[in-house]
């Protein structure tokens, strides 16, 4: 009977997590897609765009170490509630400032709160994983996450893009700060097992002996942990921050597609590249038993090999329909990929660590990984408006380089 109780994935606890998580990240989907996108139709600009969303991802590499020190210190339950009601709160008060305000520092500052409030949140949700289901469901329970994840992703950006079109940006706020109300009251009624750590002096001294025995771990009890953590790095600098920035500027600005018919595709391909990611994040469950983080390079070299048919079609035609078609098609291959990467990555690092020091890992190396992204949509932010006219030269560089990283990739997994 206890056997059967073990192998029970859905337990009111994670399932309670699982519907949070569906009605959160939904809301987090539509907010991160409207406010740029909105951002971009009225200044037109791929350098601001790329600059404002760098600036947004500078929170989370800041939050995120205190973040996963306050998952393993502070009920993580708590941490949930109160940064879900947060957000509810922010964009409340910008969809009540946006008309009186300037529009681009107030735009700004709140993606960056946006960002930050995730990047604090995210290693709870990580963390409260090995603490609600069996080590053997470790692998299944991430892809559920995942999944998720790629569900909302999926549908908050498409019904956001046909909000946004349709009546404009403020009904899309007011449906985003109701998510993460009713979010944060389902989120009260879960139970996480919390033993209460004690701290080592005040609350400076406590941080950084945290901070400095994650480090430890990573630098010398497991080091194929971080190694990993540095590719992670690389394909966010020059894969994902690559896609980030060129989705909205080649749809909307580029392949020539009437404004509003742009800015529905734009909607419908993030839609698509959700629609990998849940696809990734089912196969990664169906597939759980035979996953192994040893051939995750090769699944980082499909995902680069992806990256090359955009380029080509850019270069090879100048029609809009086509080049959407291709565009779409290719990143939610890239999705689906990267999320399998995802899945074999986080549980790697959930069973590797000790349960202590789990919120604190992971948001190290969430922060280390995040580092490149801001650089990366920066860097392509200004390549983009610097090549006009030879946008595929842009997307097959990041192709080349991410291939290149997938190959040296097999080294970092080969000892595993």
Request: aromatic share 10%.
């Amino acid at each position: 009977m206890k056997q059967n109780k073990k192998q029970k994935l859905f337990t009111k606890d994670f399932t309670l997590v699982v519907l949070g998580q569906i009605i959160s990240l939904f809301g987090n989907a539509a907010i991160r897609f409207a406010l740029p996108l909105y951002l971009l139709n009225l200044t037109g600009s791929s350098a601001l765009y790329g600059t404002v969303t760098a600036c947004a991802f500078l929170p989370p590499i800041l939050l995120s170490p205190m973040g996963g020190m306050i998952a393993d210190r502070v009920n993580k339950r708590n941490v949930m509630v109160a940064l879900d009601f947060l957000t509810a709160a922010l964009i409340l008060t910008f969809s009540l400032l946006m008309d009186t305000f300037s529009l681009i520092p107030l735009l700004t500052v709140t993606l960056m709160l946006l960002y930050g409030i995730a990047g604090a949140y995210q290693p709870s949700v990580q963390a409260s994983i090995p603490a609600l289901v069996c080590p053997e469901q470790t692998m299944t329970a991430n892809s559920v996450i995942n999944t998720i994840n790629s569900f909302s992703s999926l549908t908050g950006p498409v019904l956001g893009g046909l909000l946004y079109s349709a009546w404009g940006l403020k009904p899309v706020l007011w449906v985003c700060m109701v998510c993460f109300f009713l979010s944060a009251v389902m989120e009260l009624f879960i139970h996480i097992p919390f033993r209460k750590q004690a701290a080592d002096g005040g609350i400076l001294k406590t941080v950084r002996n945290d901070l400095s025995e994650s480090i430890r771990f990573l630098r010398t009890e497991n080091p194929v942990i971080r190694k990993g953590m540095f590719v992670v790095c690389g394909i966010n600098l020059f894969l994902s921050a690559m896609i980030l920035v060129a989705m909205p500027w080649l749809i909307t600005e580029v392949l020539m597609l009437p404004a509003a018919l742009a800015n529905r595709l734009y909607g419908f391909a993030q839609g698509v590249m959700a629609a990998g990611g849940l696809t990734g994040g089912i196969c990664a469950g169906i597939f759980a038993h035979r996953l192994d983080v040893r051939k995750s390079a090769g699944i980082l070299t499909a995902c680069a090999l992806c990256v090359f048919p955009m380029g080509i079609s850019l270069l090879l035609t100048d029609s809009g329909i086509l080049n959407y078609l291709v565009l779409t098609v290719c990143c939610f291959f890239i999705m689906v990929f990267s999320t399998i990467f995802a899945v074999q990555m986080m549980t790697f690092i959930q069973t590797e660590t000790p349960p202590h020091l789990t919120g604190k890992v992971i948001s190290v190396i969430l922060t280390v990984s995040m580092c490149a992204q801001p650089l990366g949509n920066a860097l392509y932010g200004v390549l983009f408006e610097a090549a006009r006219g030879y946008e595929s030269a842009v997307v097959l560089f990041a192709g080349m380089v991410s291939l290149l990283i997938a190959v040296g990739a097999r080294k970092v997994f080969r000892f595993t």
